[in-house]
Every structure is written in structure tokens, then in C-alpha cells.
């Protein structure tokens, strides 16, 4: 039997089984549809209007009709275990509802109108990558459980929500309060509310017309996502995040930003010497950055910098990258990242090796190391197939060069101290 007759026939024998089961649900107001692969709602549920509870876990399901909310008598639903990334926005109209098991799906977020649910009893979303729980969620006066163990979840943190229905709707009051000041004021501060996400929820990343945002004392991995709408905003406050580590590239184009607190965070990029400067400084070096991801260029000379720091190691497609007369004293091991590299200018700072993963720049075809510390290369010369010119002048620890130098068939410009080389011989 070919695949699609096998199909046509478990299609065929499913209808049948459906059909039955819609006969008892008549009578039995309940319907189990569990594990049946279904990749939609069948239709027939709705000849059932009094239908209480409807079970559909364990299935394919990624959407919802919106037909669904037209159920009004259900009691319990439950949905676990599909592929479902959304519900429907009018999810509140089911009125009856008390059980709603989501857990296992891949819901971001839960429409507003949930809040609508007010006999909701319990209300699971394990196992989903959610980041926020809606305001309106407080208005489930008579909610027992709730169930979120994504780690990343935002609104409210993940501790409170441990912490029992109570502790979550006292947050999301305080939340909710604090949003309302924003919009009015144009100041939004949610210092302090133990934020953990990497992303903000929605309802903060709609205020574009913010001019200051404080985020201080949370636990925010970046900033990225959310801020490039806040084309406003002229006091930004990320003091004390002490998960936060890189500020984001697009913050370079916040022309209007004169104020940026990154006081007591473990910041790499940018580079300390760059952070200590203040707020114009840190916006120019992030401007350069966020320009290079269109020119392919990036010129970071002569800025005392003492690493290449791991948000310009991201930059996977930038063609040409200047990093000469810093205080470079090495390259991080993610350098090797930058594979669309043709153009690599790192003279005049300290250098003492490079890392093996320089493997990877086999689109490289100029490389001026000269005015190091540089004791020797590695193996990773041999990948340097496209490499044209090399400058080395002014490397007085390097005694020899690698054997491998000669799989560099491309090689036509080399600038050497020859007489400081054991090998090749000077002549």
C-alpha cells in the first residue's frame, strides 16, 4: 500500500472514530481527541455548543480557529503537548472556562483578553517560552495555580511567579502602576523589579515616546531587541545589571541619548577604556559598530583599546577591520568568528601570539601585524590561501617562521626584519 493510500485510509477510519465520538459527546458533554496527530480543530466540534470539557493534547496543532472562542460553555481545555505559538486574540469570550492546560507548546505570549476569564481556576504554561504574563491576568480573582518554569520570563520574574498566585498578581499591579506613570510622564522606571530576561515585554517596547527609561538593579542580558524603537529616549539607566555585559550595537543610533548609566555591570563591550568615557563616547564606538554591519567596514585604530572586544568579534561579515596602534595584548579565541575578514590591519599594539582559531580567516588577503610582541605563528598560516601581504617589520622576538608558510601560494608582499630570522635563511 503507497503512503497516501495508508493516509487516505487512517483519515478515513478517523472520520469514523470522530463521528462516533461526537454521538457520545452529545450526551457526555466531554470529547478527547488526545493523540490523534491532528494538524487542525475539526470542524464537527462546533455542532457541539454545550459542549464542558474538550481535550485535544497530544496532537500537531500550531493555531487555533477563532471559532474556538465561540465555546462558551467549556469548562476545561486542554491543549498540551502541540506546537501551538498562538492563541486566538478573543480567547477571553469563553467565558466558563476554569481549567486551561497550555503546557508544551510554543506560546511567547498570552493575549490580553485572558484576563477576561474570571472563573479561571488553573492555568498552565510549562514548558513555553514565555516572556511575559498579562496585566490583566490580576482580574482571575479566583485563580489557584499557575504554572510558568521558563526561566526567562520577564513579567513576572520567574521567583515571583514560584512564589504563588498572590506574589505574582502583588507584581503585576506594581508593574501595571508603573506603566501608567510612563505613559503619562514619558518616564518609565522598573529599577529594581528583578528582571531577567533578554528581551522586554511588549507592552514597554510600545513606549516609543519614552525619554527615560531606567532598567537599573535587574538582571537584563541585553538590549538590542527593545531599544531600537526608542529613538526618544535621553536618559537610559542600566546601573547595577549585573548580568549585563554587552550594550548593543544599536544604541549607536540613539542620536537623541545624553545620559547612559552602565555603572557596577561586568561590561566587555564596549571596552572599559570606552565605557569609562560617558555617554558620547559610548555611542560613537556602538555607531561605528552598528555602521559596519552595511559598509563591512570597521576602523577602531588608535583608541587605547586592550582587547577586540566580543560584540566586533560578531560582526561575522565585516570585510575589513582596522584595530591598529591600541594596547591589543591578545585576541580573544571567537576573533576566529570574523571568517568574511579580507583586510586586517593590527599593527603597533602588544601582541605576543595569536589564537589558533585565525584558522578560520581564509578569506584574508592583507595582514599587518608589524610592531608587536609576537614570539612566533602557528599552523593557522597554512589557511591563508587568499593571503597577498604580510607585514611582520618589527617583531624582534620572532626567530623563525612556521613551515607552513609555504601554502600561502598567494603570497606576493612579505615584510620582514630578514636578518632576525633563523628561517628562511637571511639571503
Known sequence: MSLRAA???????????????????????????????????????????????????????????????????????????????????????????????????????LPDSIGNLIDLRVLSVLNNPIRSLPITLVNCKILKELQVNNPGIAVPPLYVVEKGVNASFIYLKE?????????????????????????????????????????????????SEFIFNMASLTELDLSGCATLSIVASEVGLMSQLRVLSIDDCPIESPPLVVANQGCGPIVEYLKLLQLSKSSLELDISAMEIPDVDPQVCSLHMIES????????????????????????????NLLERLPDTLSNLVNLE?????????????????????????NLLNNPDMPKLPMHFGNMSSLTNLQIDAQQFHRPPPE
Open 7 to 109: 493516509q487516505a485510509k487512517k483519515r478515513k477510519l478517523f472520520q469514523k472514530k470522530l463521528t462516533s465520538m461526537i454521538a457520545s459527546a452529545q450526551h457526555t458533554h466531554k470529547l478527547d481527541l488526545s493523540e490523534n496527530a491532528l494538524l487542525d480543530v475539526p470542524e464537527e466540534i462546533f455542532t457541539l455548543p454545550g459542549l464542558r470539557q474538550l481535550w485535544m493534547q497530544k496532537n500537531l496543532l500550531s493555531t487555533l480557529p477563532e471559532r474556538i472562542t465561540k465555546m462558551n460553555h467549556l469548562v476545561q481545555l486542554r491543549l498540551f503537548e502541540n506546537q501551538i505559538s498562538e492563541l486566538p486574540s478573543n480567547i477571553g469570550d469563553m467565558i466558563s472556562l476554569q481549567v486551561l492546560w497550555l503546557q508544551d507548546n510554543n506560546l511567547v505570549f
Open 175 to 223: 508593574y501595571s502602576r508603573r506603566l501608567d506613570w510612563g505613559r503619562e510622564t514619558g518616564a518609565l522606571d522598573l529599577s529594581g523589579m528583578g528582571m531577567s530576561s533578554s528581551s522586554l515585554p511588549k507592552e514597554v517596547t510600545d513606549l516609543t515616546s519614552l525619554t527615560t527609561l531606567s532598567l537599573a538593579r535587574n538582571e537584563i542580558l541585553g538590549v
Open 366 to 390: 592583507t595582514l599587518d601585524i608589524s610592531n608587536n610582541r609576537l614570539r612566533q605563528l602557528g599552523p593557522y598560516v597554512g589557511k591563508w590561501w587568499k593571503l597577498i601581504s604580510l
Open 321 to 348: 577591520l582596522d584595530a591598529s596602534s591600541n594596547v591589543v595584548t591578545h585576541l580573544r579565541q571567537d576573533f576566529g568568528q570574523l571568517t568574511s575578514l579580507k583586510h586586517l590591519s593590527l599593527h603597533h
